[in-house]
C-alpha cells in the first residue's frame, strides 16, 4: 500500500512499512491511495483512516463511523467485486471540503448489484452477510454508485456541518 498523497496520479506499490507515513500528512484535502484486494492491507489503512478523519475535524464517533464504513466498503470490494483474489487494484481518493469528506473507492470488479444501494432493504438477523452495507447506508450521509469503463466508482459521504 502507498501512503496518502496529495497527487491524483497512481503511484507503483511500496512496501507496507511506508504506511506510518499515511499520520504525518497535515489536513490534506485531497489524496489518492492505491490499495490491492488484500484485507491486510485495508486492516493496516484503518488506523489512518481514522487519523485523516480526525484531522478533518470530525468527532471521535463520526471518525468511527466513516472509517469503520470506508473499510466495509473496502472489504466488499474485496470480497464482492473481485471474489477475494488477492493482489487487484483499489484506488481510494479522499477529498474535503468546508462541508464534507467524500470517499471514492475505484475497482475493476463485477458490477455492483442495484439491490445493494437500497437502504430499505436490511439484512435479516440470521443472515451470513449484508450488514456491511447496512452500515455504510447508516453511518454515512450519501451513497452513490456508479460504473463507468468497466470500473466501479463507490462514493461514500459524510457531511462536517
Same mark, same amino acid.
Given at each position: 500500500?502507498?501512503?496518502?498523497?496529495?497527487?491524483?496520479?497512481?503511484?507503483?506499490?511500496?512496501? #507496507?512499512? /511506508?504506511?506510518?507515513?499515511?499520520?504525518?500528512? #497535515?489536513?490534506?484535502?485531497?489524496?489518492?491511495?492505491?490499495?490491492?484486494? %488484500?484485507?491486510?492491507?485495508?486492516?493496516?489503512?484503518?488506523?489512518?483512516?481514522?487519523?485523516?478523519?480526525?484531522?478533518?475535524?470530525? !468527532?471521535?464517533?463520526? /471518525?468511527?463511523?466513516?472509517?469503520?464504513?470506508?473499510?466495509?466498503?473496502?472489504?466488499?470490494? =474485496?470480497?464482492?467485486?473481485?471474489?477475494?483474489?488477492? *493482489?487487484?487494484? =483499489?484506488?481510494?481518493?479522499?477529498?474535503?471540503? %468546508?462541508?464534507?469528506? /467524500?470517499?471514492? =473507492?475505484? !475497482?475493476? *470488479?463485477?458490477?455492483?448489484?442495484?439491490?445493494?444501494? !437500497?437502504?430499505?432493504?436490511?439484512?435479516? #438477523?440470521? #443472515?451470513?452477510? *449484508?450488514?456491511?452495507?447496512?452500515?455504510?447506508?447508516?453511518?454515512?450521509? /450519501?451513497?452513490?454508485?456508479?460504473?463507468? %469503463?468497466?470500473?466501479?466508482?463507490?462514493?461514500?459521504?459524510?457531511?462536517?456541518?
Amino acid at each position: 500500500m502507498n501512503p496518502p498523497t496529495s497527487t491524483q496520479t497512481p503511484t507503483p506499490p511500496e512496501p #507496507a512499512a /511506508a504506511a506510518p507515513q499515511a499520520a504525518a500528512l #497535515a489536513h490534506p484535502d485531497r489524496l489518492h491511495l492505491r490499495l490491492h484486494s %488484500d484485507p491486510a492491507e485495508v486492516a493496516e489503512l484503518q488506523p489512518h483512516l481514522l487519523d485523516l478523519c480526525a484531522q478533518a475535524g470530525l !468527532d471521535a464517533m463520526a /471518525a468511527f463511523k466513516l472509517t469503520t464504513a470506508i473499510v466495509e466498503a473496502l472489504n466488499n470490494c =474485496i470480497e464482492h467485486a473481485y471474489g477475494g483474489e488477492p *493482489g487487484l487494484p =483499489i484506488d481510494l481518493e479522499w477529498t474535503r471540503s %468546508d462541508e464534507a469528506v /467524500a470517499v471514492a =473507492i475505484h !475497482d475493476e *470488479g463485477q458490477a455492483l448489484p442495484a439491490r445493494a444501494l !437500497d437502504p430499505a432493504t436490511p439484512a435479516s #438477523a440470521d #443472515a451470513d452477510g *449484508g450488514r456491511g452495507w447496512q452500515i455504510i447506508h447508516e453511518w454515512t450521509h /450519501a451513497v452513490s454508485y456508479r460504473r463507468t %469503463d468497466n470500473r466501479n466508482v463507490l462514493t461514500l459521504t459524510y457531511y462536517l456541518t
